[in-house]
């Protein structure tokens, strides 16, 4: 039997359920040389905001036990060079686009969106109300309920493509987060997003990161992000993305069992760029193994 | 907006071709000095030709500790063989286990990434400058400029009347110097003046010729800087290789920026770099007072980066 790998997040069919995470995988055409960009299941986009973003001081990564801490500080080229230098190319792709957008203001984010609707050729958007990077924005919008839900109805007026709200583990309660989303009208929720995190050089007696903290990426992760979707899955109706640490598919199949309907690969990609196809490979094999006919059917396969 | 959409600057070099990933067969994993070690490979013929300035990034295990690939300098190729090489210093933990690796098992690579050391303007007799591991790219250079092995057509360094290119070496002490194959005409500098010249070889460049305009050098962030502080002060050009901790490699995640010295933000040192021109013609240059990994003065550029590994 042949597995349908389709998954479906609101208005949009994927034609799989491993997409490339936004922020380690530039606009595609940084990966076109290593990866077939038209097998994927998604590719989201690096965050792109109203005005170009030089980024934050370095260094901006450092590697720690199984992960690594970034602080980029969503480092783009800005909403109009996103459109006449990117947003071509992406067009061309095989693969569903999903721009993530990014912002200080409710106004930034309803900016952005309204300018990409009106150029079009996208398949939805991924709203990041999660970077722990930025002084503005981000965080503050992504750990407050009624702002999440306040600014994903002013989004979903602006555009009936699929709407995704990413969202932060820097929370106490990850469903009352996901609950507003879905009150706001969003299509679908993923998580996570990047934990807090710090490391210090003791023999300089200096944070390693020229920020102090960032955000934790990488296998050291996975647990939460699991435990996250989870306990999200369950707390909504929509769709739930689930990403953090996946490097194989085992890794995407504990999203999968834990409730997650469709997956992102991040920081794997970086360590080996045929992550994405090693785990959808991987996902296909087991479900013909275990004669799952359909992606969606695996969340029901978790035993108590 | 720099870093992120910066143009390529049009004079440098790089014979462009496919980047790829691979598992190559390791020819040679040896030890040329203390903790220091060569590393040679077969390289995918259907990959890019490696030119010197650029790197590829290696993967010593599946393990996901340590977790990201790690930048390494080419040090040569040979065309007819397809064997590439690289040096570097064993400081952390991916660069132990790839220590480890014995002739004949193979190692995840891919490349070639970056820019490469731009080619010559006609007649120029270059000065080529490398401290401590960072000596790779710059035999390779040599190497390439000398004609020896895999000179390339077109290149105007290829012209018979064209003087070889002076390079020299800096080591701290006779004891670090490598067990490689050193092109015989190259000054050998040590710090404590245990052999050849006696000083850095900052000190070196700084006693050649004004005539000699045209410098190429790898070495650690604060030497860098000081080529960069000399090429200034006496109009020379400079192609000086940086380095700084690296996640993609391939220009997608931002992590490996350096600040440019108009403060017009921050340039990548995968894409953009590794090599970048002092002073530039488009003013991408790096503010190279701030250029080691860390914003601090690199111990060894062109080895590995080993984000969090104490000294």
Redo the contacts between chains.
Sequence with gaps: MKPDLRVRLGPLELPNPVGVASGTFGYGSEYEQLVDLDALGALYTKAVTPEPRAGNEVPRIVETPSGMLNSIGLANPGLEAFVAGKLPALRGYGCPVIVNVAGSTEDDYRRVVERIEAEGGVSGYEINVSCPNVKHGGLAFGTDPSQVERLTAALRAVTERCLIVKLTPNVADIASIAKAAEAGGADAVSCINTLVGMAIDVGRRRPLLATGTGGLSGPAIRPVGVAAVYRASRAVAIPVVGLGGIMCADDALEYLLAGASAVQVGTGTFVDPRCASRVLAGIRAWMEAEGVARVEDIAGLLRA | ?????SPPPADYGGRGG????FDAAIVVNRSIAPSWRQIVVEWDRSAGRPSPGQFFTF?ASSS??????RPLAFAGFEPDTSRASAVYEVRGPATRLLAELAPGSRV?L?GPLGRAFPPLAGGERPLLAGGGIGLGPLLFLAGELAGSGSSQKGDPAESSSAPGPLLGLGFRTAAAVPDLELPPAATICTDDGSRGFHGTVVDWLGGQPPQLARVYACGPAAMLAAIARLVRGRGWTASLSAE?????G??????????RADG???LRVC?DGPVFNSPSPDGAEIDWA?AG????PARNPASEN???A??
């Design positions: 907006m720099s870093g992120v959409d496919a980047v790829k990933q993967r996901t500790d340590p977790l990201l690939r995840d891919l700084q901790w690296m996640a993609c391939v220009g997608a995640c931002m992590g490996c920026a350096l600040p017009r933000g921050y894409t701030a990994p860390g914003g601090r080993e984000p969090g104490r000294p």
